[in-house]
């Protein structure tokens, strides 16, 4: 996904919708990025050795990957869920899309609250820093409760995160299901 980045564009070969409209600076910068992270990487590995690189940095990284991506994939992807097209897309009902899912205290208080607390993130990334998630998705619930629109809000328990990722990818990873499709 990162590499390839399918469907959209890529996050290390530039590429695609996500990089159309954006300005020869902030390309810049992404390539800068990259080159960054290789170099340091192929100096540990060249100072570390392969076995000592694999173990101390590649085995906790792809950990780390497979976490962001995992729960990032769960946000975005519901039995529910909807699939907008360019022509009925909107930021506000895409947002409304995500899901806030509950890992358990623990891991949801770790997360900063990224993950009971992304449809917050999606409706209002630019006033509410992550260390008032909590607060501000127990604000948006109350309000949409008030307002009747709790319909629009989706929230699901999911505590056995690895059993759910194997049934979203079973579920949505290869196929469409049209019937999830909004056109005009």
Same mark, same amino acid.
């Given at each position: 996904? !990162?590499?390839?980045?399918?469907?959209?564009?890529?996050?290390?070969?530039?590429?695609?919708?996500?990089?159309?409209?954006?300005?020869?600076?902030?390309?810049?910068?992404?390539?800068?990025?990259? !080159?960054?992270?290789?170099?340091?990487?192929?100096?540990?590995?060249?100072?570390?050795?392969?076995?000592?690189?694999?173990?101390?940095?590649?085995?906790?990284?792809?950990?780390?990957?497979?976490?962001?991506?995992?729960?990032?994939? !769960?946000?975005?992807?519901?039995?529910?869920g909807k699939i907008y097209t360019d022509d009925t897309f909107t930021f506000e009902k895409a947002a409304?899309?995500?899901?806030?899912r509950n890992y358990g205290k623990w891991i949801n208080r770790m997360s900063h609250h990224m993950m009971?607390?992304?449809?917050?993130?999606?409706? !209002?990334?630019?006033?509410?820093?992550?260390?008032?998630?909590?607060?501000?998705?127990?604000?948006?619930?109350?309000?949409?409760?008030?307002?009747?629109?709790?319909?629009?809000?989706?929230?699901?328990?999911?505590?056995?995160?690895?059993?759910?990722?194997?049934?979203?990818?079973?579920?949505?990873?290869?196929?469409?299901?049209?019937?999830?499709?909004?056109?005009?």
């Open positions: 996904y !990162l590499l390839a980045g399918v469907p959209d564009g890529g996050h290390v070969i530039f590429y695609g919708r996500m990089w159309e409209k954006s300005k020869m600076k902030e390309k810049l910068n992404a390539y800068f990025s990259v !080159l960054v992270s290789v170099a340091t990487s192929a100096a540990l590995w060249a100072k570390l050795g392969f076995a000592n690189f694999t173990v101390v940095c590649m085995v906790p990284w792809l950990v780390m990957s497979f976490w962001l991506f995992m729960v990032t994939y !769960l946000q975005h992807h519901s039995d529910d409304f899309e995500t899901v806030d009971d607390g992304h449809v917050v993130h999606h409706l !209002l990334f630019e006033k509410v820093p992550h260390y008032r998630l909590e607060d501000a998705t127990v604000a948006l619930v109350k309000g949409m409760k008030e307002r009747g629109q709790l319909d629009l809000y989706k929230s699901v328990e999911t505590k056995h995160f690895t059993q759910e990722i194997v049934k979203q990818f079973n579920n949505n990873w290869f196929f469409i299901n049209e019937k999830q499709v909004v056109r005009k």
